[in-house]
């Protein structure tokens, strides 16, 4: 896990966070915009996956539980489809605010990640 790019990933989901929750605030349902911010997350969070297979190889080893940060990994994974798929078939405010709450709960998934790929005090 790269650190800086953990950051710019809990950045990214903070701004997708405020955005859905002003279109929500506006009592739009999912468009184009919600949307194309989760899915830039789910694309964040692959490219996440790839650095977390590879890093270990090159010496960047976790110093927390790996068990533990695969199955936040792979839930931060299966969330955002899951809403998207939600927001697809039910277009009115509340899946807006769903989506706001997916950005939400994968900001802080990815902070528990780098905390455990980084942080660990016994």
Do not use: H
């Not at 650190?3 to 955005?19: C, D, H, K, R, Y």
């Not at 009592?27 to 194309?36: F, H, I, V």
């Not at 789910?42 to 068990?67: R, S």
């Not at 078939?89 to 900001?107: H, M, N």
């Amino acid at each position: 896990m790269i650190e800086w790019f953990a950051w710019a990933q809990m950045g990214i989901a903070a701004v997708a966070t405020l955005l859905c929750l002003a279109f929500f605030t506006m009592r739009k349902g999912p468009n184009d915009y919600t949307l194309g911010a989760v899915v830039l997350i789910e694309l964040l969070l692959v490219v996440q996956a790839v650095i977390a297979i590879v890093a270990p190889f090159v010496g960047n080893k976790p110093t927390g539980d790996g068990l533990e940060f695969a199955l936040y990994l792979i839930c931060a994974l299966v969330i955002p489809i899951i809403a998207v798929f939600w927001a697809l078939s039910d277009r009115t405010k509340w899946s807006t605010l769903i989506l706001a709450v997916t950005c939400f709960s994968i900001g802080i998934m990815v902070f528990r990640m780098l905390q455990i790929w980084t942080v660990q005090v016994v």
